[in-house]
T-cell receptor, first 113, second 112 residues
Framework: AAGVIQSPRHLIKEKRETATLKCYPI?????VYWYQQGPGQDPQFLIS???????DKGSIPDRFSAQQFSDYHSELNMSSLELGDSALYFC????????????FGPGTRLTVL | QKEVEQDPGPLSVPEGAIVSLNCTYS??????FMWYRQYSRKGPELLMY????GNKEDGRFTAQVDKSSKYISLFIRDSQPSDSATYLC????????????FGTGTQLKVEL
């Protein structure tokens, strides 16, 4: 079965640079979630989109922005990167069923030097 | 205090043992409960998903929810070395579409 696809899988950036992470949800899933997982920590919710509209917002820094496109893929844009942004970034997608749940992608490991 | 509490372990058991993993939560709005398995540097993999009190079984895994006590459990029977991973409980409020709140994860090692 098709899963959530994330790219790139690994990304190395310098401080103050920008990064763009991409997420391709499971086909026919209309909701996308972004989570950040620091070393040894649980995933923390950043932001979500439903039908291309922002549906919920968590602890996402103002330096980050995201959007969902007409084909339902999503991009997380990160600017003025800081050392503390180094983490695993997961995307999850969810189908339209009321009781459906979230399926996670493999993640993008971002390292800020 | 975190909304979801989970013993981080590590938990080490011999192969074939029954493993019990637990989470408690404080937010009574949580209605949907999940267990994810995460191998090192990989994405969380959904193991169990339930939205009612009681037990749900899937192969060697049983998820148990007690909403009155705000307590959920995952039991793994006949544990295998391949079960060695971090197990995360997660939950969200009614409607199912909201953000997931995770426990800190329990690191499990199943030894030969």
């Amino acid at each position: 079965a098709a899963g959530v696809i994330q790219s790139p899988r690994h990304l190395i950036k310098e401080k103050r640079e920008t990064a763009t992470l991409k997420c391709y949800p499971i086909p026919r899933h209309d909701t996308v979630y972004w989570y950040q997982q620091g070393p040894g920590q649980d995933p923390q919710f950043l932001i979500s989109f439903y039908e291309k509209m922002q549906s919920d917002k968590g602890s996402i820094p103002d330096r980050f922005s995201a959007q969902q496109f007409s084909d339902y893929h999503s991009e997380l844009n990160m600017s003025s990167l800081e050392l503390g942004d180094s983490a695993l970034y997961f995307c999850a997608s969810r189908g339209g069923g009321l009781k459906d749940t979230q399926y996670f992608g493999p993640g993008t490991r971002l390292t800020v030097l | 205090q975190k909304e979801v509490e989970q013993d981080p372990g590590p938990l080490s058991v011999p192969e074939g043992a029954i493993v019990s993993l637990n989470c408690t939560y404080s937010n009574s709005a949580f209605q949907y409960f999940m267990w994810y398995r995460q191998y090192s540097r990989k994405g969380p993999e959904l193991l169990m998903y339930t939205y009612s009190s009681g037990n749900k079984e899937d192969g060697r895994f049983t998820a148990q929810v007690d909403k009155s006590s705000k307590y959920i459990s995952l039991f793994i029977r006949d544990s295998q070395p391949s079960d060695s991973a971090t197990y995360l409980c997660a939950m969200n409020a009614a409607g199912g579409g909201n953000k997931l709140t995770f426990g800190t994860g329990t690191q499990l090692k199943v030894e030969l």
